[in-house]
């Protein structure tokens, strides 16, 4: 066998080397990672028009170093930047989305699952589960990409056993979540407590302060007073919710 003939034998027939794809070295972890998320100055946030029903009180947190948004009964706050989410819980819910890929976050504050009337409220969790979602789709989420966590539906009201509007709160949440087929990672919810919830909307983190027990609105307004966390937490990623 001559040269030519090893040649054709090693490459095949009709001797025409095959082609091999170029072997691609595998992305290293770092560069898989996510873009840092913007951040805006106070200023910028105060500055910007705001839909109705969104949040509009902006205040720097000098324990989490992050400029923050405090959400009312009603209300709902939907940003991809690093900054915190903040509310106070009483026997109503707070749901946090993120969509894991866009890095998107959001909650809404509801106080009562559906109205009686035709009143189109973000007080209602009918209408403030929709208001959140497409808020979410407008900064480039998708709802097959999103995933939950629940906090509030407490008991905080003394001798208030008749109807417990916590319940209510949190079983509508579950089974909204459940419809529209969004996975709930982690919940704090129902027993006695008030809550404090913090969240990072570019992370999906999420922490939470169980409250002295009082009234909801005496709650509210002492937080809106005080404007920043009273204390400091270590957070962690993921499903996972963090006391403090």
């Not at 946030?45 to 992050?66: E, I, W």
């Not at 319940?167 to 089974?175: A, D, I, L, S």
């Not at 087929?181 to 999420?206: C, H, M, N, Q, W």
């Amino acid at each position: 066998m001559n040269d030519v003939e090893r040649f054709r034998a090693a490459t095949g027939s009709g001797g025409q080397e095959r082609r091999r794809a170029p072997r691609i070295a595998p992305l290293r972890s770092d560069l898989l990672a996510a873009a840092p998320a913007p951040a805006s100055s106070l200023e910028i946030l105060r500055m910007r028009a705001r839909r109705p029903g969104q949040a509009s009180f902006f205040y720097f947190d000098p324990h989490f170093q992050y400029n923050a948004v405090k959400v009312l009964p009603g209300e709902y706050f939907v940003s991809n930047e690093n900054m915190a989410i903040v509310t106070v819980l009483g026997s109503c819910i707070a749901a946090c989305l993120w969509d894991s890929r866009m890095h998107v976050g959001g909650m809404n504050h509801f106080m009562l699952p559906d109205s009686d009337s035709s009143d189109a409220s973000g007080r209602y969790g009918s209408y403030a589960m929709e208001l959140l979602i497409n808020e979410m789709l407008k900064l480039g989420a998708r709802r097959e990409t999103m995933q939950a966590k629940i906090f509030g539906g407490g008991q905080v009201m003394h001798n208030f056993t008749t109807m417990n509007v916590g319940e209510r709160n949190t079983e509508f949440v579950k089974q909204y979540l459940q419809t529209e087929r969004i996975p709930l990672v982690s919940e704090d919810v129902l027993d006695i407590y008030p809550r404090k919830v913090v969240y990072f909307p570019a992370t999906g983190k999420a922490m939470v302060k169980r409250l002295a027990h009082a009234h909801p609105d005496t709650l509210v307004a002492q937080e809106a007073q005080r404007g920043s966390a009273a204390t400091l937490a270590r957070t962690t990623a993921g499903g996972s919710v963090d006391l403090f």
